[in-house]
């Protein structure tokens, strides 16, 4: 018996301590996954299915009707992708739906709408569309979490929010936070899931050694976890939480139909809103699990234009960075020199010289091994290449084990081959909870 398994059945008896959680209940141990029939009906609230879509958990919840949040008064931690299939955002819907008593909303980095750049937040407000109090849960953990829960006078936390698939994306570790406060606070969890919009058929990168958790990643999990946030939410249920004082909260996944783990986000059919400000694109989201590792540097990755995460550069570089990077001839990308002014962030105003990512290959390119290579030809080919002092780079990695290979003069393959054990038992581990085919 694996531990992800003893941790699952050891919360058997484990649910009634999670507090009240309402008439809908806790179907599963670690978290039960609901919602897996493709053949449910559909419901006007979540607009109008089209064939050979993806529908989404909260389509499958409004297509039952609600049930699972029936008698309970419910806070929704979302922000601008919650939406509907015909685009329109959950918290409207269920405010204006009778069968849902919604009293709070909470919102996570970047806000509820969406209007803070990384690192902020937009703070507690009152929703003009609804009227409903907006709570801010950035930078708020543990029993300070809980209160806000308490005080919002809610029975069910329910999360909504468009992932995209790498470990330092802050939104997942909302959720965490929030699970592990729910459970503090009595409260029961509902996850409504969503595309991993790079795909989920594989993890990659680093596992994160737990020194060096932070909020861009809280647990051990890989650097490309490969999952979506549903899976995630039973992952972290029955390895991590069991662990914890507070041990499991009552939790209820609500899964999607039609996914699949080969699905890129433009094959669902679904719309795509910015999950944050510098994620315009799901071609940012199909680089950003290597190139957001160039926050942990002098360059710029991209902030301020158009195409963040897709141009890297600093002032100074020039064309050999690109060559040197061609010349790892890694599967799925090529790398174009590139010449950009950021309107903010590192290098505002300034030329920037360095490389644009064009995936040619979405099925072969692995954003990770992308990232390394490129970290791995910036120090090599620009005598100005530094790490930001604060030694940030750790933290995305999971440890300082990729910095000091990249100081020491290892190559990609060599750096990939040190963390290949670590993420073989991700994997192992991380198979028990997948919910899709």
């Given at each position: 018996?694996?531990?992800?398994?003893?941790?699952?059945?050891?919360?058997?008896?484990?649910?009634?301590?999670?507090?009240?959680?309402?008439?809908?209940?806790?179907?599963?141990?670690?978290?039960?996954?609901?919602?897996?029939?493709?053949?449910?009906?559909?419901?006007?609230?979540?607009?109008?299915?089209?064939?050979?879509?993806?529908?989404?958990?909260?389509?499958?919840?409004?297509?039952?009707?609600?049930?699972?949040?029936?008698?309970?008064?419910?806070?929704?931690?979302?922000?601008?992708?919650?939406?509907?299939?015909?685009?329109?955002?959950?918290?409207?819907?269920?405010?204006?739906?009778?069968?849902?008593?919604?009293?709070?909303?909470?919102?996570?980095?970047?806000?509820?709408?969406?209007?803070?750049?990384?690192?902020?937040?937009?703070?507690?407000?009152?929703?003009?569309?609804?009227?409903?109090?907006?709570?801010?849960?950035?930078?708020?953990?543990?029993?300070?979490?809980?209160?806000?829960?308490?005080?919002?006078?809610?029975?069910?936390?329910?999360?909504?929010?468009q992932d995209v698939g790498a470990r330092f994306y802050t939104y997942i570790w909302t959720l965490y936070d929030c699970m592990r406060a729910a459970a503090l606070?009595?409260?029961?969890?509902?996850?409504?899931?969503?595309?991993?919009?790079?795909?989920?058929?594989?993890?990659?990168?680093?596992?994160?050694?737990?020194?060096?958790?932070?909020?861009?990643?809280?647990?051990?999990?890989?650097?490309?976890?490969?999952?979506?946030?549903?899976?995630?939410?039973?992952?972290?249920?029955?390895?991590?939480?069991?662990?914890?004082?507070?041990?499991?909260?009552?939790?209820?996944?609500?899964?999607?139909?039609?996914?699949?783990?080969?699905?890129?986000?433009?094959?669902?059919?679904?719309?795509?809103?910015?999950?944050?400000?510098?994620?315009?694109?799901?071609?940012?989201?199909?680089?950003?699990?290597?190139?957001?590792?160039?926050?942990?540097?002098?360059?710029?990755?991209?902030?301020?234009?158009?195409?963040?995460?897709?141009?890297?550069?600093?002032?100074?570089?020039?064309?050999?960075?690109?060559?040197?990077?061609?010349?790892?001839?890694?599967?799925?990308?090529?790398?174009?020199?590139?010449?950009?002014?950021?309107?903010?962030?590192?290098?505002?105003?300034?030329?920037?010289?360095?490389?644009?990512?064009?995936?040619?290959?979405?099925?072969?390119?692995?954003?990770?091994?992308?990232?390394?290579?490129?970290?791995?030809?910036?120090?090599?080919?620009?005598?100005?290449?530094?790490?930001?002092?604060?030694?940030?780079?750790?933290?995305?990695?999971?440890?300082?084990?990729?910095?000091?290979?990249?100081?020491?003069?290892?190559?990609?393959?060599?750096?990939?081959?040190?963390?290949?054990?670590?993420?073989?038992?991700?994997?192992?581990?991380?198979?028990?909870?997948?919910?899709?085919?």
């Amino acid at each position: 018996m694996t531990l992800s398994r003893r941790g699952v059945l050891g919360l058997a008896g484990a649910i009634g301590a999670a507090g009240a959680v309402g008439a809908a209940g806790v179907a599963g141990a670690a978290g039960a996954a609901w919602g897996t029939d493709p053949s449910a009906g559909s419901d006007p609230s979540a607009g109008a299915p089209r064939a050979g879509r993806v529908r989404t958990g909260f389509e499958r919840l409004a297509a039952d009707g609600y049930a699972a949040l029936a008698g309970q008064k419910v806070g929704v931690v979302t922000n601008p992708t919650g939406i509907t299939a015909d685009a329109r955002h959950l918290v409207d819907v269920l405010h204006a739906d009778g069968r849902v008593d919604l009293v709070a909303v909470f919102g996570p980095e970047h806000g509820f709408r969406g209007t803070a750049q990384a690192g902020g937040s937009e703070g507690p407000s009152r929703d003009p569309a609804t009227g409903l109090p907006v709570y801010d849960t950035y930078d708020k953990s543990g029993q300070r979490l809980a209160d806000v829960f308490t005080a919002a006078g809610i029975d069910t936390v329910v999360f909504d929010i468009q992932d995209v698939g790498a470990r330092f994306y802050t939104y997942i570790w909302t959720l965490y936070d929030c699970m592990r406060a729910a459970a503090l606070a009595g409260k029961a969890v509902v996850v409504l899931d969503r595309p991993n919009p790079v795909g989920g058929r594989r993890a990659a990168g680093p596992v994160l050694e737990r020194p060096y958790a932070s909020f861009v990643g809280r647990e051990p999990i890989a650097l490309a976890h490969g999952m979506t946030a549903a899976e995630l939410a039973l992952l972290f249920n029955g390895e991590f939480l069991s662990r914890l004082p507070e041990k499991q909260v009552g939790l209820r996944t609500v899964a999607m139909s039609g996914w699949r783990r080969g699905s890129f986000f433009g094959d669902t059919g679904l719309p795509w809103v910015p999950p944050s400000p510098n994620m315009p694109t799901p071609d940012t989201a199909l680089a950003y699990a290597g190139t957001c590792l160039f926050e942990g540097t002098n360059l710029s990755e991209g902030r301020g234009t158009t195409t963040p995460f897709e141009v890297l550069g600093a002032e100074g570089v020039d064309r050999r960075w690109a060559q040197a990077a061609n010349a790892l001839d890694l599967p799925g990308v090529w790398f174009r020199e590139a010449y950009f002014t950021p309107s903010f962030s590192k290098h505002a105003g300034k030329v920037c010289g360095g490389v644009r990512l064009i995936v040619h290959d979405r099925e072969a390119f692995d954003p990770v091994r992308a990232g390394i290579g490129l970290l791995v030809t910036a120090r090599r080919s620009w005598s100005g290449f530094a790490w930001r002092p604060d030694h940030w780079i750790d933290k995305l990695t999971g440890s300082d084990r990729v910095r000091r290979l990249v100081d020491a003069g290892a190559g990609v393959e060599e750096i990939a081959g040190d963390w290949a054990a670590g993420l073989a038992r991700f994997e192992a581990v991380r198979a028990e909870y997948l919910l899709y085919g």
